[in-house]
């Protein structure tokens, strides 16, 4: 059984500092991974994808792969009210080729 | 607008009622996924089109039936549905690619809200 595992928070930090959320995951052949953002009611959101060891900056967003220790983080600077949702790691497992995702991590920014 | 559009946004149903879900994307994408979402639950792959094959989870119970005919429309067939089954059902497509190479993203449709009563 293929596992992708999160912290399911709620993470909470305060305006203009970083939040970092974690992810592990357990098919170590996985070759791509993926954050999305999920606001609530409303559909998961691509804001991420990173396939290489090591980090991957977008804007205020930086994810972070290391796939020896099947390990894959973001941290978010500059942290904004906007940016409170759930945040999702999903995982591409390599014998079909599917996203498995993991439960999320609520993450609330505080003004 | 992300390119899947998921019809209808909400759905209220009894439990012996039949209906269907629609998905339809315009992105070029060559597989298309439902997914389910309840309360404080993973994301539940429960179908996937690839490149007109399909791969389900043995999990999903015969009361939900996929149909996708081309790869770009994907219905979910419901019938004798049970309150359990009350979710956010998401759609979402992809570019599936050889391997060893991994897939691209995967983009979800706004889903539908469905209630079993």
């Known amino acids: 059984q293929k596992e992708v595992e999160q912290n399911s928070g709620p993470l909470s930090v305060p305006e203009g500092a970083i939040a970092s959320l974690n992810c592990t995951y357990s098919d170590r052949g996985s070759q791509s991974f993926f954050w999305y953002r999920q606001y609530s009611g409303k559909s998961p959101e691509l804001i991420m994808s990173i396939y290489s060891n090591g980090d991957k900056e977008d804007g205020r967003f930086t994810a972070q792969l290391n796939k020896a220790s099947q390990y894959v983080s973001l941290l978010i600077r500059d942290s904004q009210p906007s940016d409170s949702a759930t945040y999702l790691c999903a995982v591409n497992e390599r014998s079909q080729g599917n996203l498995i995702f993991g439960k999320g991590t609520k993450l609330s920014v505080k003004p | 607008e992300t390119g899947v559009t998921q019809t209808p946004r909400h759905l209220v149903m009894g439990m012996t009622n039949k209906k269907s879900l629609k998905c339809e994307q315009h992105l070029g994408h060559n597989a298309m996924y439902w997914y389910k979402q309840s309360a404080k639950k993973p994301l539940e792959l429960m179908f996937v089109?690839?490149?007109?094959?399909?791969?389900e989870n043995n999990s999903v119970p015969s009361r939900f039936s996929p149909e996708c005919p081309n790869s770009s429309h994907l219905f979910l067939h419901l019938h004798t549905l049970q309150p359990e089954d009350s979710a956010l059902y998401l759609c979402?497509?992809?570019?599936?690619?050889?391997?060893?190479?991994?897939?691209?993203?995967?983009?979800f449709g706004q889903g539908t809200r469905l209630t079993v009563v």
């Open positions: 979402a497509s992809s570019l599936k690619v050889p391997r060893p190479s991994g897939d691209t993203e995967a983009f």
């Open positions: 089109y690839s490149l007109e094959e399909r791969v």
